[in-house]
């Protein structure tokens, strides 16, 4: 167990509502990581947050949103969901906002219908 | 573009047996390149790691092999046992995010 946990754990949305999933870091990292990882693929880089600011975004379009609290903790917000957007969503926890070790939670499973 | 390419993606291995899994990369910049191991319906874990000046790592039943200058790295599993039956995903970290590769699907049989 990584310390990073996740929620909630299944999800299920409409197309074009709107979803926000959570993510508590390991203790000690400051760094908070979002990927989407779709069925049978590899994890995708969404964002990174490192001390309260987005710190490096993927390829994904602005609906998909962050925020990273003082606590360390972020969530992840994406609006006006597609069906495209099922997926296991998985955060990870690392230290120092780059070239450390990333640690990931459970993931949370989305499924948009 | 896929920047880290994995192969196979699939691969069948007798229990005792050695597990082989093999990544290429294309960009010259990294920090590290770390392996994971991912289970059904959990997230991946992280199952051992290495920088690009070092040319091997072992822990345990793991070894990272690493070619800097054939831009490879490789897993291999030593003595394979049914319980590393999962998927195996190598990563790529530049900066602040990991590439993965496609993953290989590993089963290994009692």
């Known amino acids: 167990e990584t310390g990073v946990t996740q929620s909630p754990t299944h999800l299920i949305k409409t197309r074009g509502q709107q979803v926000t999933l959570r993510c508590s870091s390991q203790?000690?990292?400051?760094?908070v990581s979002w990927y989407q990882q779709a069925l049978g693929q590899g994890p995708q880089f969404i964002f990174q947050?490192?001390?309260?600011?987005?710190?490096g975004r993927g390829n994904f379009p602005p609906r998909f949103s962050g925020l990273q609290f003082p606590n360390y903790s972020s969530e992840l917000n994406v609006n006006a969901l597609e069906l495209d957007d099922s997926a296991l969503y998985l955060c990870a926890s690392s230290w120092g906002g780059r070239g450390n070790e990333q640690y990931f939670g459970p993931g949370t499973r989305l499924t948009v219908t | 573009q896929q920047q880290v390419k994995q192969s196979p993606q699939s691969l069948i291995v007798q229990k005792g047996g050695i597990s082989i899994i093999n990544c290429a990369y294309e960009?010259?910049?990294?920090?590290?390149f770390p392996w994971y191991q991912q289970f059904p319906g959990k997230g991946p874990a992280l199952l051992i790691a290495?920088?690009?000046?070092?040319s091997e790592k072992k822990e345990g039943r793991f070894t990272i092999s690493f070619n800097k200058s054939a831009k490879q790295f490789s897993l291999h599993i030593m003595d394979s046992q049914p319980g590393d039956s999962a998927t195996y995903f190598c990563?790529?970290?530049?900066?602040?995010?990991?590439?993965f590769g496609g993953g290989t699907r590993l089963m290994v049989k009692p």
């Open positions: 290495i920088r690009p000046d070092v």
């Open positions: 947050y490192y001390r309260e600011e987005e710190n």
């Open positions: 203790s000690g990292h400051n760094t």
């Open positions: 990563a790529r970290n530049a900066g602040n995010m990991l590439t």
């Open positions: 960009n010259t910049a990294f920090d590290y």
